[in-house]
Each structure stands twice: as structure tokens, then as C-alpha cells.
């Protein structure tokens, strides 16, 4: 069974440009999440997805990101102008569905730099 | 609301021997809890969860942990540590859909 995919990878960017990241989940999976890994902490959430409807996006800052999963299979993670504290690790899980018993899966992620 | 705690940023093993990663949670009602590793420039993959039933509980690479719900820990482990185990291990609570990490504990095991 095919795991999470994320790219890009890496991504270096310069403070005010815009960048996106790409999540393709496991097969089947309905509830998709985006996490911040800022270095030496772990990760947080920034918003969950429940097939194309946002769940939980209360620690997202709405006036620089944006999450969009369109026909409820693939993410696109969008920072739009990025800053210097945006440098992080974005990963991405799914899960079967939403319950608390559910295991998420993580992606590899993608690290950003803003210089 | 939710939250756990790693007490130790750094647990160092001798290959072979015992290892045991702390986590202590914080919860109102049923802990959903979970332990994932981080090796680096990955994501986290996970290793095990304990949601009822058993307070011990086994899961992949060997390793297991033990719910002990007087003490609101949930202690990861593994009875010989190997050089390959060297890695970045999480332990989260479910809070609603999203998982409430702690800030990690660096396993380092030297030959």
C-alpha cells in the first residue's frame, strides 16, 4: 500500500514570496491533516480536512495560509507572503476517518527555508 | 484541554541494552494516546497506540508501552536497544481529530 506523498521536498524561498506544497493521501482515506514542524519542537496541526470540508482550521493564519482539497483526494497547502518564522517542516497524514481511535500517517514532508 | 510532557530531551543507550522513553499526559476523560519516531529528513512514522483494554501494549520494531493511568504515563520501550533505534521519538494525545504532540525525546544508542 502506497504511503502519504508530499512534494516538493525542499523549498527555499525569500521572506514575501509564495510558495505551495502538494499532498496526494493514502488510497481511501478520508480525513487529511496538515502539520508546522518548527526545528526542535513537534509537530502541530494547522488544519484538518473531512473528504473536501474543512474541520478544524483554528491555528491556521488565514491571512497568509491557505488549504484547499478539492473533489476529496489531494491537498494543496498554499503561504502567500511567507516570513522568516515559516521556515519548517509541512507535513501532511491521513486517516481512514476522524475518530479518536484513528491512526494518522505522515508523509515524508516537505522542509521550507525563508531567507 | 490535552497535553503531554517528554521529560527528557535526550536518552542514551548502550546497544543490547533495555530503553525506556518517558511520556506523562494531561487529560479530561479517556487518553487516546500514541508514540511515532522521526528518523531524520523523514516524516514520523508510527509505532503504536493505546486506545483500551491491555495497559501494555506492543507494537512495531519491537518496541512496546505501558499505560499506567495512576501515574498518567505512558512509557515507551524495548527490552534490547539497537544502533538502527537512534532516532526522534514522539508521543501524542488525540484532542477531537488532531493528535497534541510533545516536543520529543532524542534516543541516541552507541555500539
Known amino acids: 500500500e502506497a504511503g502519504v506523498a508530499q512534494s516538493p521536498r525542499y523549498k527555499i524561498i525569500e521572506k514575501r514570496q509564495s510558495v505551495a506544497f502538494w499532498c496526494n493521501p493514502i488510497s481511501g482515506h478520508a480525513t487529511l491533516y496538515w502539520y508546522q514542524q518548527i526545528l526542535g519542537q513537534g509537530p502541530k496541526l494547522l488544519i484538518q480536512?473531512?473528504?473536501?470540508?474543512?474541520?478544524?482550521d483554528s491555528q491556521l493564519p488565514k491571512d497568509r495560509f491557505s488549504a484547499e482539497r478539492l473533489k476529496g483526494v489531494d491537498s494543496t497547502l498554499k503561504i502567500q507572503p511567507a516570513k522568516l518564522e515559516d521556515s519548517a517542516v509541512y507535513l501532511c497524514?491521513?486517516?481512514?476517518?476522524?475518530?479518536?481511535?484513528?491512526?494518522?500517517?505522515f508523509g515524508p514532508g516537505t522542509r521550507l527555508l525563508v531567507l | 484541554a490535552q497535553s503531554v510532557a517528554q521529560p527528557e530531551d535526550q536518552v542514551n543507550v548502550a546497544e543490547g541494552n533495555p530503553l525506556t522513553v518517558k511520556c506523562t499526559y494531561s487529560?479530561?476523560?479517556?487518553?487516546?494516546l500514541f508514540w511515532y519516531v522521526q528518523y531524520p529528513n523523514r516524516g514520523l512514522q508510527f509505532l503504536l497506540k493505546y486506545i483500551t483494554g491491555d495497559n501494555l501494549v506492543k507494537g512495531s520494531y519491537g518496541f512496546e508501552a505501558e499505560f499506567n493511568k495512576s501515574q498518567t504515563s505512558f512509557h515507551l520501550k524495548k527490552p534490547s536497544a539497537l544502533v538502527s533505534d537512534s532516532a526522534l521519538y514522539f508521543c501524542?494525545?488525540?484532542?477531537?481529530?488532531?493528535?497534541?504532540f510533545g516536543q520529543g525525546t532524542e534516543l541516541s544508542v552507541k555500539p
Open positions: 480536512f473531512q473528504n473536501n470540508g474543512v474541520v478544524d
Open positions: 501524542a494525545v488525540k484532542q477531537g481529530g488532531k493528535l497534541i
Open positions: 497524514a491521513s486517516s481512514l476517518a476522524s475518530g479518536w481511535e484513528e491512526t494518522q500517517y
Open positions: 487529560v479530561s476523560g479517556n487518553p487516546y
